[in-house]
């Protein structure tokens, strides 16, 4: 019976055809699907990178301020921040380890060590040391600290890491 039915449609198909020129089955119409409503896909923000930002302060090797609703600031090789939280934060007598900062160096580098040097308008200096690199989730290689300033009053923050150098300025209420 399959023989049959084969037989028949090349029977069919061979009978189109007229001396030896091929014919083009007739053209089918489709109809168009119906347009359906799908929103489009959200714009996909990929998140700038702070050391792709214009931030306050300057590459050169200079202090910079980072008073009232400075953020992140760039001085010299290096970003840092979050100077608002901070000061939000920040009271006389906090514990070693609290009073977060982050500072992001332009040429991390693994074993390099982070030090900041902090010194007062009155001459007090103090010390920190903040640790090891790490990564955050987007891939930002940063040295994170607890930098519990004892007083209030301008401080100095000069940080240092290989050969990259930042100084920031902050003042505390």
Known sequence: MRSLLL?????????????????APPAVERPSPPAVD?????AVESPVPLSEQSLPGTTDRACVPVNGDVRNARSGDIIAGDFVEYRRQWRP?????????????????????MTITATSTTGRVETYDAGSLST???????????IPLPSNGTWKLVAESGNDWGCFELTLP
């Open 7 to 23: 037989a028949g449609f090349a029977s069919a198909a061979l009978t189109g055809c007229s001396a030896g020129s091929p014919v």
């Open 136 to 146: 955050n989730d987007g891939g930002v290689q940063f040295y994170p600290s607890g």
């Open 38 to 42: 799908r929103p489009s896909p959200p």
């Open 93 to 113: 007598g906090l514990e070693p380890g609290i009073g977060k900062l982050y500072w992001i160096p332009s040429h991390p580098t693994l074993n390099a060590r």
